[in-house]
C-alpha cells in the first residue's frame, strides 16, 4: 500500500517524536511481560500477570494504603535531600572560597562518599531509634557528596574569560553568582542532583526494606517487604511499578529543567 505524502509526514512525525519512541518501548516492556506468563504458564506466586499487578494497584491506591506509603517514603526522601543539598552546596560553595575548605571537601568526601549509606543505618538507629529521624540521616548522607562534587567540580571548571566579562560589565557579588556562575555550572549541578535523587532513592527503599519505619506508617520499602510476608506477590510487583513510575516522573522532570535551562542557553553542546 503506497502512503500519502500526508500520511507519509504524520508517520515520519511519530517516529522523530521521542516521547511517542518511549512509550512505545514501555509498552512493548509490558506485552514481553504478558508473553512469558502466557506462554512459560509460570505460577502467579512467582510473577503475576500485568493485568493483576495493575488491578492489585489500583485497589491498594484507591484503600490509600498504598498512596499513604508513596508519601512517606516521599517525604522521607524530600527532607533528607533538603538536607543533602544545603549539605553539600555549602561544602562546594566553601571549597570554592578556601583553601582549607578546598581541603575539607576532599578528605570528607574521599572518607564518606565511598561508604554506603546503609552500613550506617545501624549506627544510626543506635543514635535516633526506629523512627523516620535515622532514613532521613542516612539519606543525607547518602545525597550530600554527589551534590558537593558536582557542584564543586561545577564551580571550578567556568571559563575564566566568561568570569571576566561578567565582571567587566560591572557584576559582582551576588549578581555575579546569579547570572554569572550559576549558569555556567547548572549542568554539572544538574547532574550532582539527578545522582544524588538515585541514591537517595535506593537508601530510603533498602532502609525500609530491612529496618521499616513503625509498622502501617512505613513506607514503600516497608509495603513491599509486608506483602512479601504473607506471598502477595502481585502487591510486591505493585509497589514495583510505583518506584518504576515515580522515577520516570522526576526524570521527566529534571529533563523539563534542563530544556529551560541548560538548553535554553545553548551549554549542551559547548
Known amino acids: 500500500m503506497k502512503l500519502t505524502p500526508r500520511t507519509a509526514k504524520k508517520y ?26 502466557s506462554v512459560s504458564q509460570v505460577p502467579a506466586l512467582l510473577i503475576p500477570t500485568p493485568l493483576s499487578v495493575l488491578q492489585v494497584l489500583i485497589q491498594d491506591l484507591l484503600s490509600q494504603k498504598l498512596l499513604q506509603s508513596t508519601l512517606s517514603t516521599l517525604s522521607i526522601l524530600c527532607t533528607g535531600m533538603l538536607a543533602g543539598v544545603i549539605l553539600g552546596t ?22 564518606f562518599n565511598p561508604l554506603p549509606a546503609i552500613a550506617i543505618l545501624p549506627l544510626v538507629i543506635i543514635w535516633f531509634g526506629f523512627t523516620p529521624l535515622s532514613i532521613i540521616v542516612v539519606t543525607a548522607h547518602a545525597t550530600t557528596w554527589p551534590i558537593a562534587l558536582n557542584t564543586e567540580t561545577g564551580l571550578s571548571t567556568i571559563n575564566p574569560t566568561v568570569l571576566m566579562v561578567g565582571k567587566n560589565l560591572g557584576l559582582k557579588g551576588f549578581r555575579l553568582v546569579r547570572e554569572i556562575m550559576l549558569p555556567a ?86
Open 90 to 111: 555549602g561544602l562546594a560553595a566553601f571549597a570554592k572560597v578556601s583553601r582549607f575548605g578546598q581541603d575539607l571537601l576532599v578528605v570528607l568526601s574521599s572518607m
Open 185 to 270: 555550572a547548572l549542568p554539572h549541578i544538574l547532574t550532582g542532583w539527578k545522582t544524588a535523587w538515585a541514591f537517595g532513592w535506593r537508601t530510603v527503599i533498602a532502609a525500609e526494606l530491612v529496618f521499616g519505619t513503625g509498622g502501617a506508617a512505613g513506607g514503600l520499602g516497608w509495603h513491599i517487604n509486608y506483602s512479601r510476608y504473607f506471598l502477595q506477590t502481585d502487591r510486591v510487583f505493585a509497589g514495583l511499578v510505583v518506584i518504576a513510575s515515580l522515577g520516570l516522573a522526576v526524570n521527566y522532570l529534571f529533563h523539563l529543567i534542563e530544556l529551560r535551562t541548560v538548553d535554553k542557553w545553548g551549554m549542551k553542546h559547548s
Open 12 to 37: 515520519t512525525s511519530l517516529i522523530t517524536n521521542r516521547t511517542f519512541r518511549r512509550v512505545g518501548i514501555f509498552c512493548l516492556l509490558i506485552i514481553l511481560w504478558q508473553v512469558y506468563v
